[in-house]
């Protein structure tokens, strides 16, 4: 690898000490856009607000392919002890988007001094992947009329699969999801008076537990699908019964039939424990995220690349093979405009995404860097070869 590893390495930890929520990669952003330019490439920016793209053209008739790291970090304050700990309270790069960004920035700088034999890749930062739906925003404002291209591709670290490991699988990778807001509306009272109350947290007391039961009675078995409840908040006094009670969560599945079932059932809930405790409840869904579906084609060529990449340390067939996750990932949002596939690199045994005591792996980032570069020589050879002889 012609990029050097410590400047990579350095690079990372810079990111994570300066961690910037979604839409607000300013820095991030500036650092990216800076380094591309330093390697001969002329980046666009301002899709999606802190979005940053860079080509590089070969000159030379061929195919094109996209590659996307995502740069937004997450609302959690970090509890770790390492020198390049976040700075700011309350943010921290928990789901190791510091390393995605510098392992696909380490293959631009790779790819500019040892570039694919044709046609165009185009490397995509995106921001606002947690929540923030950032890839739908930058296909709506253009992304794929200004940087055409015929597939796309994701890498994600995956803590708890052997550092530097990779992992693909076709068909669904990721699951998609609904955040919800649950709202219950009672009457409130003095705590030794519940009868001239209408509870509202014995309302959602149970509403949260009926939840539990949704996908075990309304959705397929043999369908992976979760109903989550993260937040139950309601009252401000230990003798006073509150008026409202509020509740979210998600819910995630593997298609979308199941979703939908998923929602249907969680609406039903809600009306009959409006019926049962004399409350109202409203509950809006928002934020979905599609299901991640990687097409066939394009899995088989990562899985030939996880195993090219290194001759020395190619890996047995069996241990490319992933089961899907019921995480969501804005990347679907991609998948469904142009075939792809998004895979999993390992990130050893790491605290789990979104710990606050998480930290990505830096030893990893050379593979990742060499898989980036590999994946887009022999995409675009594959490629060219495949329409000659078409």
């Keep these: 690898m012609s990029v050097d590893i410590d400047q990579l390495v350095a690079l990372r930890r810079d990111l994570h000490a300066h961690p910037e929520l979604r839409f607000e990669e300013v820095r991030t952003a500036d650092i990216v ?17 802190t979005g940053v793209v860079a080509s590089l053209d ?3 008739p061929g195919p094109s392919i996209l590659l996307r790291a995502d740069m937004d970090a997450l609302p959690i304050t970090e509890r770790a002890r390492h020198d390049h700990v976040s700075r700011h309270m309350g943010r921290m790069h928990a789901c190791g988007h510091d390393g995605h960004t510098t392992m696909l920035l380490g293959a631009a700088a790779e790819l500019a001094v040892r570039p694919p034999e044709c046609g165009v890749v185009h490397f995509v930062f995106q921001p606002g992947e947690e929540g923030g739906s ?22 994600h670290n995956w803590p708890g699969l052997e550092a530097g490991r990779f992992g693909v699988c ?15 509306l009672g009457q409130g009272a003095h705590a030794a008076q519940p009868q001239l109350a209408r509870d509202p947290v014995v309302a959602g007391a149970a509403l949260v537990q009926a939840a539990q039961h949704l996908v075990a009675r309304r959705t397929d078995p043999l369908v992976p699908a979760v109903v989550s409840i993260c937040t139950f908040h309601a009252g401000s006094a230990d003798n006073i019964l ?5 509740i979210a969560g998600t819910i995630r599945a593997l298609d979308v039939q199941t979703l939908d079932a998923l929602k249907d059932g969680l609406r039903d809930l809600a009306e009959g424990m409006a019926r049962t405790f004399g409350v109202k409840v409203e509950v809006a869904f ?9 097409s066939g084609p394009e899995t088989g060529l990562v899985t030939r690349v996880m195993r090219l990449r290194d001759a020395a340390d190619a890996m047995p067939e069996a241990d490319c093979a992933m089961r899907p996750s019921l995480a969501s990932e804005d990347f679907g949002f991609m ?8 895979a999993m690199i390992g990130n050893g045994s790491s605290a789990p995404l979104h710990a ?17 570069a590999t994946l887009a020589r022999h995409c675009l050879s594959l490629q060219e070869q495949e329409e000659k002889t078409s």
């Design 286 to 294: 928002h934020s979905p995220y599609p299901v991640t579906v990687n």
């Design 242 to 246: 509150p008026d409202r009670t509020e």
């Design 134 to 155: 950032g890839a739908d925003v930058m296909i709506r404002e253009g992304l794929f009329d200004l940087f055409p291209a015929g597939c796309c591709f994701g890498l």
């Design 58 to 60: 070969t000159g030379r």
């Design 356 to 372: 606050p005591d998480y930290d990505f792996n830096d030893r990893i980032i050379p593979r990742g860097v060499a898989y980036w």
């Design 33 to 49: 856009a800076s380094l591309l330019r330093e390697w001969g490439y002329r980046p666009h920016r301002g899709l999606a607000k």
């Design 170 to 184: 076709a068909g669904p990778i990721m699951a998609g999801g609904w955040r919800f807001a649950i709202t219950v």
């Design 335 to 342: 998948l469904q405009r142009r075939p792809g596939a998004y």
